[in-house]
């Protein structure tokens, strides 16, 4: 497993951007797919996107898709969210996962999370 810790959350205007960052420490992090989950409160966690161990290939959900983007540094054992066009339905607590790209199951390494809330 790897060690993940989010940051760049905050308050930000409807309409406006925020970048969220996740560091990984622990070995191999390219072996890992990343995604990035959210949780409003009162609701379950829900996807938000992922992208492959080579940054090759993402996928968002509908929600999100066109407004936010995935990416990584494998070199900095970093990823990325670049959230655009916020609107108070992006307010959640957000959430950094990881999972072995190579064998089937679900994210299983998690950080604790940062906050965005955006205001209208």
């Known amino acids: 497993q790897v060690q993940l810790e989010e940051s760049g959350g905050g308050l930000v205007q409807a309409g406006g951007s925020l970048k969220l960052s996740c560091a990984a420490s622990?070995?191999?992090?390219?072996?890992?797919?990343m995604g990035w989950f959210r949780q409003a409160p009162g609701k379950e966690r829900e996807f938000v996107a992922a992208?492959?161990?080579?940054?090759?290939?993402?996928h968002y959900s509908d929600s999100v898709r066109g407004r936010f983007t995935i990416s990584r540094d494998n070199a900095k054992n970093m990823v990325y969210l670049q959230m655009s066009s916020l609107n108070a339905e992006d307010t959640a607590l957000y959430y950094c996962?990881?999972?072995?790209?190579?064998?089937?199951?679900?994210?299983?390494?998690w950080g604790q999370g940062t906050q965005v809330t955006v205001s209208s």
């Open positions: 996962a990881a999972k072995y790209a190579y064998t089937q199951g679900n994210f299983d390494s």
């Open positions: 622990g070995r191999a992090f390219s072996t890992y797919t």
């Open positions: 992208i492959t161990s080579s940054g090759g290939s993402t």
